[in-house]
């Protein structure tokens, strides 16, 4: 019957406990404090975009930003999910899986850099570490030059 005895992970499950299951799915996808502080900033200096959008229709992965005219999508990738050369750090449980998650992910971001690329459009990068500032003003930059 239903609630009886210890949690146990569905067959072939991710979640090694049940603390770790609820942990993982607390986990943001969108609106996390970088973006929404890259976005607040780029806003602020009259910019506007489509939030968690897909640059291309048929293409089934969505940027945080998207400048649709100037054909700008941006990308504010967490260090741990994208795999950071500067702060990734190996899971320490169940590290074949996450390892294997996290090496999907990277080889994901690159296609859908080539893909987006190859439609013409310009794809911007950060890692949710670097100064969000710095990202805003390249976001503004790179957005008004290709709006010339």
């Known amino acids: 019957m239903a609630g009886e005895g210890p ?3 569905p067959e072939g499950s991710w979640a090694s406990s049940a603390a770790r299951r609820r942990n993982m799915q607390a986990i943001r996808s969108r609106d996390t404090k ?3 502080i890259i976005r607040r900033l780029v806003h602020a200096q ?3 975009y489509r939030v968690a959008a897909r640059p291309l229709p048929r ?3 969505t940027a945080d930003l998207v400048f649709g005219p100037a054909k700008v999508a941006v990308f504010i990738d967490g260090c741990y999910w994208h795999g950071c050369p500067e702060h990734y750090v190996p899971p320490k449980t ?3 899986y996450w390892s294997e998650k996290v090496a999907r992910n990277i080889a994901r ?3 859908t850099d080539r893909q987006l690329e ?3 459009w310009l794809v911007l990068r950060f890692w949710e570490h670097e100064g969000s500032e710095a990202c805003a003003a390249a ?3 790179a957005v008004q030059e290709r709006r010339r």
């Open 94 to 96: 169940n590290e074949g």
């Open 46 to 48: 009259g910019l506007r």
């Open 118 to 120: 190859e439609a013409g």
């Open 59 to 61: 293409l089934r992965r």
């Open 109 to 111: 971001d690159r296609d």
């Open 34 to 36: 970088p973006e929404w």
């Open 7 to 9: 949690w146990q992970p």
């Open 139 to 141: 976001i503004a930059a």
